[in-house]
């Protein structure tokens, strides 16, 4: 587990993602999950207030089990590629709400899908030391072939011919969602429980729940 001051300022965040992104493990290194979660981050009273979520499903059958929200003050500027900055203070003070520690992390924001290679689910899979997946509903990095419309259609994302992160279908005909490595987990692990997570909707039940927590 590793823990860091938080910065004030973009190039002292930067210096940080730069220096964990190498703790960040690229395989499988997890049980068999029986507690997933969610994390997402709403802001209140003009931007001020950070109130973050997290939802703890069972696992497989996706029923709630327990959340946990937070609010802190907002202490850092909102900055593209910088997000975890300004929202893992408070979800970590979720997590540690929490009467048990969650097995998966599904976090609504990219993995290494991330100009450093270290976006929110990184940066929350390396503090928490958690395993974490990134999941994310728009494309920050990459590019990929054409998707086939079907469920459970996947492509690989690419930067410089270098595999970051998946382009993955979770409905038939809806748009994509883009699964990343956060932490302790192999890319088509990733890709196999965002699918097992996810029902009849676009989105995993895990940010489902945590959405609409974090909203109020």
Known sequence: MHTHRWPKTVAAARSIQESLRHEVIKRDELAKPQRVAGVDVGFEQGGTVT????????????????????????????????LSFREAPAILAALKKLREKPDLILCDGQGLAHPRSFGLACHLGVLADIPSIGVAKSRLIGDHDRLPERKGAWAPLLVDGERVGAVLRTRTGVRPLYISVGHRISLRTAIKYVLLCTTKYRLPETTRHAHRLASG
């Open 51 to 82: 109130r973050a979520a997290v939802a703890v499903l069972d696992f497989p059958g996706l029923t709630l089990r327990e959340h946990a929200i937070v609010r802190r003050k907002t202490r850092f500027p909102y900055v593209p590629g910088y």
